[in-house]
């Protein structure tokens, strides 16, 4: 049995920044999908970044 976990992501279109991002999202066909492929490139981002501290 697979367990699923919903996030929902919610656009308030009074605001000029989420209107902006809800038209650009707003035709994709798997929001779904999308969305992991942007969460996982930021993971892949952060562990690029490596920080070294007390080593001169």
Partial sequence: MT???NKPVSFNLDN???KKLFEHVKDVKNFSGYAKSLIYADLKRKSE???EVGNK
């Fill in 3 to 5: 367990t699923m976990k």
């Fill in 16 to 18: 000029p920044g989420d």
């Fill in 49 to 51: 970044i490596k920080v």
